[in-house]
């Protein structure tokens, strides 16, 4: 299974179980934003994204877990990381990560 179908498995339950988040598009792919309208994942090019606090982003990009984000414009985004989650736990572990620090108004 790809990253992009276990995202979107993850999306649909995450948004139907009424935890907060809802489905929206991001950079012309499926993704989620809390109640306060903020994306905080979403898939493109089969890589999870996600928003989470900088030192995190540092952290799973030195542990080999992430690689930088940079939305096409040549620069790392500094709260946004690319992830590859091997199966729906460790997406929907991700996602409500980076779902609770942005729902935090970080």
Do not use: H
Request: with cysteine; proline share 3%; net charge neutral.
């Amino acid at each position: 299974m790809t990253v992009g179908a276990i995202f979107d498995e993850v999306a649909r339950r995450l948004a139907g179980e009424g935890g907060g988040l809802e489905q929206g598009r991001m950079f012309s792919s499926g993704g989620l934003k809390t109640a306060n309208g903020k994306f905080c994942a979403f898939s493109k090019d089969n890589e999870l994204v996600v928003k989470l606090p900088a030192e995190r982003v540092s952290q799973l990009i030195a542990n080999g877990e992430g690689r930088a984000f940079d939305a096409g414009k040549g620069r790392p985004m500094k709260e946004w990381v690319r992830l590859f989650p091997a199966d729906e736990d460790a997406c929907a572990a991700y996602v409500c990560e980076a779902r609770d620090f942005v729902a935090a108004g970080r």
